[in-house]
């Protein structure tokens, strides 16, 4: 469904084109601020919307009249969601923002803001055109503002006749109706041949179940968000599922008048164009539906998900900053906040919101497991430990099969902390939730490996990891060290040159390599492997090794270390 969505508003928006590339595709006249123009560009290029609105800005003061750089300020500044500055740009253009789609569409925002709406339909009836599926959506919004309700529908209902723009058009009635009252007439689309399609809409599966808790349907809202969402999985729907359970009426707040619409078609569109065409073009529309409707939380997250995207996590920081703490949605943008502050490598910043966060919402699963994920990260193995308890407890006493990875990240962590048979326990629990996964067989069987214990049991957990994921190259490395670890050699050596084919830059694997060249007498060769482990940049245990292989050969680290030496088997040819 929502490749549908995309495709066709991909096509309906073709003619709006807000690359940071095609702002910047002439060169200027001679006699401009050319530094300031090249630094602009590279910011530009990079994506780092706040540095090149400054500098577009500095190229513009010696050129104002330039229509390239007057088009890259307004990009960036909206981008950077400086709004008021490419709106006041954008004014600045007079008649000229009419050869400038990105100060049009600053206009439009402009208008919206201000509830002119008579100026959004006077604009369109000019020939001020964006692109169709902007500009009609926007028109009957404008109408509904004007308090022109029939006028409004009319407008959809035009627009609905294509074909391609059906679902859209469709959609935007069904909020508009809502938003005045009609909820009847909203669920008739929402329930008529249109709505299969439109529910793939979040946002649209939230006005429906709204509007059908206005007409006390509770049942039948609670029956939508069982059949859309999957259980568990999304807090905020949790909570919207446990009141309406309990006969609960809940307000339509999706859409409240004709600026509240307007900013849910920017919403709209960004969601179909997310991944579809250049990331700016998502981003101005996000920001512009954020900038309307500052608590449309739903347009900030996927506004500084776009930033981590275009890897400038500090914009997407001060995005995620402006999610109020009251949001239901107020612990995914802490979650995210913290991975683009792990981005900018404020380690400790990004856990102590992540432990804020645990604080403030620890009854919620997802955020205790995102704080145990960052503490193992950091290797804060026992800190990890803690969280993880508190999220397994949240689980109640019947985990589900999507849970083994909670159990899992525990055992990792116990096992680093030599607390085998805790670290065991989880493992195994991880296998009876979700039997054959091949990560949790691997490292289990490679653990046995490890403590040479149980290795027919060891040996035959790799073998099924490897058989689930083949082309795994940490697994099969674990097969073929499984084979080194039993002197069998030669059965080593075809996994182990595999598994450094899949993992060429792997540290542990080449150092394996060489391990094994070295036991099947082919000395060079291992050495060499254990030079290039080396410029991998091996933990320092594991380096310090390496280089005593170098120096004395691996028999005599062996020797060194208690262990037998390389044994020639040479009823196996090694």
């Not at 602009?40 to 609105?53: K, L, N, P, S």
């Not at 506004?303 to 949605?329: F, M």
């Not at 979700?434 to 049991?457: A, F, H, I, K, Q």
């Not at 390496?546 to 040479?570: N, S």
Request: net charge negative.
């Amino acid at each position: 469904m929502k490749a549908l969505l995309r495709s066709t508003a991909l096509g309906l928006l073709l003619a709006l084109n807000l690359s940071p590339v095609a702002a910047q595709d002439t060169v200027p006249e001679d006699g401009l601020n050319a530094g300031a123009y090249l630094a602009a560009r590279t910011a530009g290029t990079a994506r780092a919307f706040d540095q090149a609105a400054r500098w577009y800005e500095t190229a513009l003061q010696a050129d104002p009249e330039n229509p390239l750089l007057q088009e890259g300020t307004i990009l960036s500044m909206l981008a950077a969601d400086q709004t008021e500055g490419a709106i006041e740009k954008s004014k600045a253009l007079g008649d000229k923002a009419l050869s400038h789609q990105v100060a049009l569409i600053a206009l439009l925002a402009d208008q919206a803001q201000r509830e002119d709406y008579e100026a959004i339909i006077a604009a369109a009836d000019a020939g001020h055109d964006l692109a169709p599926l902007l500009d009609d959506l926007t028109v009957g919004w404008a109408h509904l503002g004007a308090g022109r309700m029939s006028d409004a529908q009319a407008a959809f209902d035009t627009l609905a006749q294509r074909p391609e723009a059906r679902v859209f058009a469709e959609f935007h009635k069904a909020l508009a109706l809502a938003s005045v009252g009609d909820f009847e007439g909203a669920e008739a689309i929402y329930a008529g041949p249109a709505g299969e399609n439109i529910e793939g809409l979040r946002r649209a599966v939230l006005a429906r179940v709204q509007g059908l808790s206005q007409l006390e349907r509770n049942p039948e809202a609670v029956a939508i968000l069982d059949r859309v969402f999957v259980p568990g999985q999304d807090p905020e729907i949790a909570v919207l599922r446990a009141r309406l359970e309990a006969g609960e009426p809940v307000p339509f707040d999706v859409v409240s008048n004709a600026r509240d619409g307007i900013a849910e078609v920017f919403f709209t569109l960004a969601v179909a164009l997310n991944g579809e065409v250049e990331d700016t073009s998502t981003l101005v529309h996000a920001r512009i539906a954020a900038w309307l409707r500052p608590d449309h939380t739903e347009a900030q997250l996927l506004a500084a998900g776009l930033l981590n995207r275009l890897e400038q996590p500090e914009l997407a920081i001060a995005t995620y900053a402006r999610v109020s703490p009251d949001d239901p949605a107020f612990h995914v943008a802490e979650v995210g906040r913290a991975q683009a502050l792990l981005e900018t490598e404020q380690t400790e910043a990004a856990i102590e919101v992540l432990k804020a966060l645990a604080r403030s919402h620890g009854q919620i699963v997802g955020v205790q497991q995102e704080l145990g994920t960052l503490l193992r990260r950091e290797e804060r193995h026992e800190e990890a430990v803690v969280a993880y308890d508190a999220a397994i407890k949240l689980l109640g006493d019947a985990p589900k099969s999507t849970d083994w990875d909670l159990f899992f990240a525990r055992g990792i962590c116990h096992e680093r902390q030599k607390r085998w048979e805790l670290a065991e326990a989880d493992f195994r629990k991880a296998l009876e939730l979700s039997p054959n996964r091949p990560e949790v067989l691997n490292y289990l069987g490679y653990s046995l490996l490890e403590m040479n214990t149980r290795l027919d049991e060891a040996m035959g957990l790799i073998e099924q990891a490897v058989a689930a994921q083949p082309d795994a190259g940490y697994i099969v490395d674990s097969l073929a060290w499984g084979y080194y670890r039993l002197g069998r050699y030669q059965d080593a050596l075809e996994p182990m040159e595999r598994a450094s084919l899949l993992e060429p830059v792997d540290p542990v694997v080449t150092d394996h390599l060489g391990d094994v060249y070295w036991a099947v007498g082919r000395q060079l060769e291992a050495r060499f492997q254990w030079r290039r482990a080396l410029s991998f940049e091996p933990e320092e245990k594991d380096a310090a090794r390496i280089r005593r292989k170098l120096e004395v050969g691996l028999d005599a680290v062996l020797a060194e270390e208690g262990a037998k030496p390389i044994a020639e088997q040479t009823a196996n040819g090694n």
